[in-house]
């Protein structure tokens, strides 16, 4: 297995390196992605394929009196994500679980916003797991996916041959996708090769 085959399901020491350096190398587009989601100050979110767990500290800091969850089926992302935010799970505002985003444990209508970023990508059944995503939240509430390979550039194409599984998708691909899961009021933002999302329930 390729070293960036990590960014797909970290394993190991090499996934292991792989979530510190996605910490730091998303967070640009993290913090660019995140100035398009409101929350209120006790929202409850969920962050889908949480990956080193960057995102989940920014979340608990944009809802001080909310509950973040994550959830990532790789088991050196959530040993990663759980020591990055150890003092929220010990105030019992973060819990972070191991799974798929095909078939969460949670409940129906539960959260406020569900976010996903830099995940997309390799989720399996796109269709599947946007139901699931608009299954766990509730009415009104906003999914917003954040991508930095928005499928305009040619350099994209290199990262599909090196990482097996990947699919860069298109804003009109990922809108078809939303729409046909249920999901209205999409709003495609860009930014260089970056490609945001947001979507209502």
Known sequence: MSFFENTRKPVG??????VAMMNLGHSPVARWGLHFLELTPDAKVLDCG??????????????????VKGIDYSSVSVEKSKKVNEAAIAEGRCAILQGSVADMIF??????????????YFWPDLPRCFREVYRVLKVGGTFLICNESSGDTDKDEKW???????TIYKDAELKAYLEQAGFHEVQIHKKKSWLCVTARK
């Not at 020491?13 to 792989?18: A, C, I, N, T, V």
């Open 160 to 166: 599909t041959e090196i990482i097996g599984g990947m």
């Open 13 to 18: 020491f090499g996934g292991k390196l792989m």
């Open 50 to 67: 949480c990956g080193g767990g960057a995102n989940i500290k920014r979340l608990l800091k944009k809802c001080p009196e909310g509950i």
């Open 107 to 120: 409940a129906d209508d539960w959260f406020d916003a569900v976010t996903a970023f830099e995940t997309v």
